[in-house]
């Protein structure tokens, strides 16, 4: 059995109040993992239904600039933010879909990846995205629809990777 984080101790470590949003907050992006804002918003009011947007995007800011949370944005995707922090891990992202999911650093230390030039950098963080279709996107492109004749640019493009 894994035990809760100690969220307000965490935010006490972190230099930051403890307020009923914040932890709220944190809950929801434990409870959804690679949460946009509308579903943080949607699972802290049940909560706190008197929470206003301000006060759930104040504290996805405080939570990300304090480390204790990271937001992620896929291309064309909304930000989306996870609790999974300092590992350095990636993600999958279905492009049929949308669904994310947290894939371990390949190489197994930070940065997973060495640039073949650093340019005077000080690295300390990659970022990688991997893009597919989830297994349940996969299974149904092999249905009929793969064969269709004049397929969307989206199909076409799927048909492609």
């Not at 937001?71 to 300092?86: C, F, K, M, T």
């Not at 300390?124 to 279709?133: C, K, N, S, T």
Request: net charge negative; proline share 6%; hydrophobic share 35%.
């Amino acid at each position: 059995m894994t035990s809760s984080p100690d969220f307000p101790q965490m935010l006490r470590d972190a230099g930051l109040r403890v307020t009923r949003q914040r932890l709220a907050v944190m809950d929801a992006l434990v409870e959804l993992a690679h949460a946009d804002t509308e579903s943080v918003i949607g699972v802290v009011r049940r909560d706190l239904p008197e929470v206003s947007h301000q006060a759930v995007y104040d504290s996805l800011r405080t939570l990300t600039a304090a480390g204790l949370a990271r937001r992620i944005q896929p291309n064309g995707s909304l930000a989306r933010y996870e609790v999974r922090v300092g590992d350095n891990h990636h993600h999958l992202v279905c492009r049929s879909c949308g669904e994310i999911t947290d894939v371990d650093c390949a190489v197994g230390e930070i940065p997973c990846l060495t640039a073949s030039d650093d340019h005077g950098y000080v690295i300390d963080e990659a970022e990688v995205i991997y893009w597919g279709l989830c297994p349940a996107c996969s299974a149904d492109s092999a249905g009929p629809e793969t064969n269709h004749p004049d397929p969307t640019p989206r199909q076409e493009k799927q048909r492609r990777v």
